[in-house]
DNA sequence: ATTTTAATTAAACAACTGTTTAGTTAGCGT
DNA sequence: ACGCTAACTAAACAGTTGTTTAATTAAAAT
């Protein structure tokens, strides 16, 4: 069984040149790079390898080959987004501001964590790893769908169909980031993912969709 | 130079076994499928030239090479939503009518489209053949601000930012479609691609817009 | 009918890419 | 300080994939 390295107890953490534990990690983030932008198939371990800093070797050596570090890099997703939003109480807040507080943190987890929703797209195109049945996004989702529902029942939302309303939330958020690399052509001198305009584009998707949904 | 050969001028044109317009033509298309699920490193010649049932050889014979279809397909790409796209007539309309034919022409568009979406998709994922700076979709975008700017000066629009309100507007009518291969797990039961489902999306979402951006 | 040309294919080729191997080195334990 | 083990590398290997070649066949032209 390996024995886990630490840090370097001494001095401080600076650059260690042989940690097992952190070169995997390299090699995890800079696969769910290659992999978000190329998919499975598109992505190259040279890639991965060069954006990790070490040999194709490695790669093999800590994720058997490419197949299974594609998984491993799925798997480590879910975690992320799992520890991200089981934190968000919305049973107990008032509807409209659950919802806000949803679409605040949902925009704020893709922009800070921008490999995350292309990969789960590249997925949607290709759905090799099935991601899509992969439970904790479904969870998610699904909480979406009972706040809507919540909220027509209690009147403060409109009736709409509150399962496709979810899905359209769900895009407002994403696609403003998912599609970036085409969107940032429109006007070139707005920065789009700067928190400034990140910070107005959350108003404008609150705005959009409180306006939207609210009864009277 | 190639003369150009006719369609079989008697009878009918049933299956003719060589066509070069044809098989071009079917190339082109199976090619269009493989990038928009794989993008250019990812897709497959071999995959390619199933599709279309012909020889990998021929992809050269007619297109050089892969990166030159890719480009192939892109161009027609751009030539297909040009001519989707300049039928419609804003300026005449009053603005919540035009908000309205835009939503419904860009969701059928979509979704007799699939492909579309999804390599523009894969072209803002990976960002190679710069499909974002190519002219035709940037005006469509274009013409809805426009349409925004108008309807709040009228107004009729509550006052949104045009720019980013526009965006979500395309992320709305999109998402639905190239997200489908993980939505559709959501609810297995409801068929998200059948008409009548479309049909019901569509009025959500301009619901949603509708409700979200008239003023009063 | 025959010739000619373009469309098409099968197989070889070459380039690329994922994986393995054998060997090297850093760092920990003694 | 020394040796052992795990981290790491360079290069070879094997499998895949893009491209080319040479030969074949269908259809148009004469």
Redesign the interface.
Known sequence: MPKTPRFTPKHNEEKQSRNAEVTKANILSAAIEEF?????????TENIAKRSGVTKAMICYYFKNKKTLYQAVLNQLVLEINESFEAIDIEQQPVEQALESIVRSYIKFESKNRWHG?L????????QGR???QTGW?EG?QSIVKLLEKGINEGVF?K??P???A??I???C???F??????????PD?ELLSSETIE??TD??L???V???MAS
């Open positions: 978000a932008q190329y998919g499975l198939s598109g992505a190259r292309m789960w797209f590249q997925e949607a195109l290709q759905n991601y899509g049945e479904q989702f409109r709409v169909d399962f496709l309303t899905i359209n769900l895009g407002i994403s696609f403003y998912d599609a970036h690399e085409n969107l940032k052509y429109l006007e707005r107005q584009q404008a998707v705005d959009l969709l306006s939207g949904l």
